[in-house]
């Protein structure tokens, strides 16, 4: 068997006293496409987050390729890693916002091609190469010198999405990415996520759309309370629920 | 009464004849002032403005109390403290250079808490964006806060320029030949106070008037489209 792309082992993570993730346990293979789903406060995108490390966490660990990310353990004691090795680290990952946090005072292709010219090193002529392909393969070509106020929520979010794919991250987490759009707007960028996933990307996905869960996804997890709380094929789970917090949740989201 | 007016301005305009190397010498002087002290001040506002966000927590309960002393007390006084004070510990600065002091420490105060109010409202997630992609702290800051912070701050960074300028009358004081000076020196000689007090005031504008258009230039030459 090879190696898995992302393993969570235990992973607890608490705000103050509340403890928002107890004990995660999740492994990833290359090409896996996970949805994440749950109600708010089940501590899903937190889950996300923390493989990133724009959250800290306290207990367990998590592993990309079999590095641990964020923190050291040297007999015993857990050290946070250097800024600098946590920055490369978090290279690894591409991250989508809810929010699509694009940089106002850039254009689309500037956007994509911060990463590539500070982190990457690369040219200006050859990221800007790669930002206009990535720009063109989520169908936004002709808007490579507009500014994100000129573009709409779900080009935005397209763009957003061009710039972490263009860092070739070994995964893509997507939290909540069409939870911000106007409804009429949220098709399109399904489509870019669906052809990334055909295309073999490795992709965990907090997501409040059960049907595109149902279509995409390759596993579902289901958190609860800080716990998942059953996990399997989409096919299987979204029919066959096997305990009463799925049904529920089913019943209360719009999947039918 | 035609005849009245006319030879009023042409007494005026003999007296500004008479008048002009001194005001010209005060205008010298009070726009070296304000630019000197506008650009010290900005230069350790700007650093006090980091400070006051990214420092540690000493760092940042010693510049709040800097920041809140200045601006709590009066320019006049900031003035001549830093004119008569420095002077009893032996630090002989001259009134041009102790009033330019004091001016920048004033200066200097209102931009770091305008550059902490512009830092501190940048939305979090841009932040995040720049980490979720790789970039350390120092590349975050440098291409993606400082740009926005700095759109942002624009319009009221020409604000206190032109308060500056105004501010740089109170070194007259403390003895500084600038132009408001000047202008009553030259007073003191032809009595012509209406004429020349609202001919000083017509300069002031001039210089600000153009720091404003200087500002709005550069706004919109930054302005990001939308």
């Keep these: ?256 | 009464m035609h005849d009245l007016l006319t030879n009023d301005l042409l007494m005026f305009a003999n007296e500004l004849w008479i008048a002009r190397l001194a005001l010209l010498k005060g205008l010298g002087v009070t726009v070296s002032i304000s630019l000197l002290s506008i650009l010290a001040g900005s230069v350790a506002g700007v650093g006090l403005g980091l400070g006051l966000v990214y420092g540690n927590r000493l760092l940042r309960l010693l510049l709040r109390g800097y920041t809140d002393i200045v601006r709590g007390t009066p320019v006049l006084v900031l003035v001549l403290a830093s004119y008569y004070i420095f002077s009893t510990v032996g630090l002989d600065l001259g009134p041009f250079q102790a009033g330019v002091l004091a001016l920048a420490v004033f200066c200097s105060s209102h931009v770091g808490e305008i550059l902490r109010g512009a830092l501190q409202a940048l939305p979090a997630g841009q932040t995040e964006a720049a980490k979720a992609i790789g970039l350390t702290f120092g590349q975050t800051f440098a291409s993606v806060l400082w740009p926005q912070a700095l759109r942002q701050i624009l319009p009221t960074w020409v604000n206190t320029a032109a308060e500056m300028v105004k501010a740089s009358t109170l070194l007259s004081v403390i003895g500084v030949a600038e132009l408001l000076l000047r202008t009553q020196e030259i007073i003191s000689r032809n009595f012509m106070s209406l004429e020349f007090y609202f001919f000083a005031g017509f300069l002031y504008f001039l210089i600000n008037f153009g720091i404003e258009r200087l500002g709005k230039f550069v706004e919109r030459k930054t302005a990001v489209p939308s």
Excluded at chain 1, 23 to 31: A, E, I, L, N, P
Excluded at chain 1, 35 to 42: D, N
């Design chain 1, 1 to 256: 068997m090879t190696k898995p792309l992302l393993e969570i082992q235990g992973l607890r993570k608490q705000y103050g006293a509340v403890e928002v993730l107890k004990g995660v346990d999740c492994t990833m293979r290359q090409g896996e496409v996970i949805a994440i789903i749950g109600s708010s406060g089940s501590g899903k995108t937190t889950m996300l987050r923390c493989i990133n490390m724009l959250e800290e966490f306290q207990g367990g660990r998590i592993l990309i390729d079999g590095d641990a990310i964020g923190y050291d353990e040297i007999a015993g004691a857990r050290r946070r890693k250097g800024e600098k090795e946590i920055a490369r680290q978090r290279a690894l990952t591409g991250m989508a916002f809810q929010q699509f946090n694009l940089f106002p005072h850039m254009s689309a292709a500037q956007n994509v091609m911060l990463g590539l010219v500070k982190v990457k090193k690369m040219g200006r002529d050859e990221a800007r190469a790669l930002a206009e392909g990535w720009l063109d393969r989520v169908g936004l070509a002709a808007r490579a010198d507009h500014y994100p106020g000129q573009l709409s929520g779900g080009q935005q979010q397209r763009v957003a999405i061009a710039r972490a794919i263009a860092m070739n991250p070994r995964l893509m987490l997507f939290d909540e990415v069409t939870s911000a759009l106007d409804p009429e707007l949220v098709g399109e960028v399904l489509q870019v996520i669906k052809a990334l996933a055909a295309e073999g990307m490795s992709m965990l996905l907090v997501t409040h759309e059960m049907r595109f869960a149902y279509e995409v996804a390759s596993r579902v997890i289901f958190m609860n309370k800080g716990v998942i709380g059953e996990e399997g094929d989409p096919k299987e789970m979204f029919v066959r629920p096997q305990t009463e917090r799925l049904v529920e949740f089913l019943k209360s989201s719009s999947f039918q």
